[in-house]
Nanobody
Framework: QVEVVESGGGSVQAGGSLTLSCAVS????????VAWFRQAPGKQREGVAA?????????YYADSVKGRFTISRDNDKNTVSLQMNRLNSDDTAEYCC????????????????????????WGQGTQVTASS
């Protein structure tokens, strides 16, 4: 079975940086993609970034974080990191890591990679707060 465990949440000043970590266990066949999602009170869930664990290290980003956040995978394919730079109040939310098996039949688009319905296994969530 697939297990997802998150760590690294916390509170930082606006303009600061924070790194989240997602440890994923289970057969790679069942978890070829990992993504980060976030949800703030009163707002809908938003896909933040995603990375392919199998094959080439394809990455996908929401426009709101592109250029500020970097998602990467470890060499062992068991850990995914999300480096968050220049954080602001709009980044304050609960962040959840998710793993899934995405179809490669027609290629994976950014919309698909950042769609929560594409993922089957979810972590417990971790809070990120950026204060001014």
């Amino acid at each position: 079975q697939v297990e997802v465990v998150e760590s690294g949440g916390g509170s930082v000043q606006a303009g600061g940086s924070l790194t989240l970590s997602c440890a994923v266990s289970g057969y790679l066949y069942n978890r070829n993609y990992v993504a980060w999602f976030r949800q703030a009170p009163g707002k809908q869930r938003e896909g933040v970034a995603a990375v392919a664990l199998s094959g080439r290290e394809f990455t996908y980003y929401a426009d709101s974080v592109k250029g500020r956040f970097t998602i990467s995978r470890d060499n062992d394919k068991n850990t995914v990191s999300l480096q968050m730079n220049r954080l602001n109040s709009d980044d304050t939310a609960e962040y959840c890591c998710a793993a899934g098996k995405l179809s490669l039949f027609a290629g994976v688009t950014t919309k698909q990679a950042l769609d929560p319905s594409s993922y089957q296994f979810w972590g417990q969530g971790t809070q990120v707060t950026a204060s001014s």
